[in-house]
């Protein structure tokens, strides 16, 4: 949960279409010192785009290409 905090406040990351709701509730949601959440403290909805960001972190390598 933390790798997905992280890449929605990059200010280089670009993602559009993303209701305020969903973006307010993954960004504030309480995380432990590992950054761990249990998904159920989450909507249906932020379940679903949590996955794709998850997916799109993975398939562009984020993490690599910025802190490589």
Known sequence: ???????????????HDIPKEQYKEIISIPTDEDGY???YYFTDESKMLIEIIIDMINST????????
């Open 1 to 15: 949960m933390k790798s997905v905090i992280i890449y929605l406040t990059d200010p280089n990351v670009s993602i």
């Open 37 to 39: 959440v249990h998904k």
């Open 61 to 68: 390598n984020y993490f690599e290409k910025r802190f490589g």
